[in-house]
Nanobody
Framework: QVQLVESGGGLVQPGGSLRLSCAAS????????IGWFRQAPGKEREGVSC????????YYADSVKGRFTISRDNAKNTVYLQMNSLKPEDTAVYYC???????????????????WGQGTQVTVSS
């Protein structure tokens, strides 16, 4: 059974850092794309970052480019999202997701992902 579990969220001051983890079970994570998404209250779920199967490519939303870094630890079957220079507008519930079929040009489309974690809250506030 495919399962994704996010952790690492919390309250951080503007300019601070957090590292989110997405632990996978029921499948070999390195063979699949993993996307990070976020959803703020009253807003649509948006793609934040993605790492392609076998780590060939990484993708970032313009709003987080240069501040967030996605990586994968195959030994731990876990994907990370390192978030630096956090801003209040980064406040949201963050989700990781995977897909049976990965279409790179639309990595940011949440409808393309089949399996989702439960989410972890990130709050950036002073």
């Amino acid at each position: 059974q495919v399962q994704l579990v996010e952790s690492g969220g919390g309250l951080v001051q503007p300019g601070g850092s957090l590292r989110l983890s997405c632990a996978a079970s029921g499948f070999t994570l390195k063979n699949y794309a993993i996307g990070w998404f976020r959803q703020a209250p009253g807003k649509e779920r948006e793609g934040v970052s993605c790492i392609s199967p076998s780590d060939i490519s990484t993708y970032y939303a313009d709003s987080v480019k240069g501040r967030f870094t996605i990586s994968r630890d195959n030994a731990k079957n876990t994907v990370y999202l390192q978030m630096n220079s956090l801003k209040p507008e980064d406040t949201a519930v963050y989700y990781c997701a995977t897909a049976n079929y990965f279409y790179a040009p639309q990595w940011y489309q949440h409808n393309n992902y089949n399996y989702w974690g439960q989410g972890t809250q990130v709050t950036v506030s002073s």
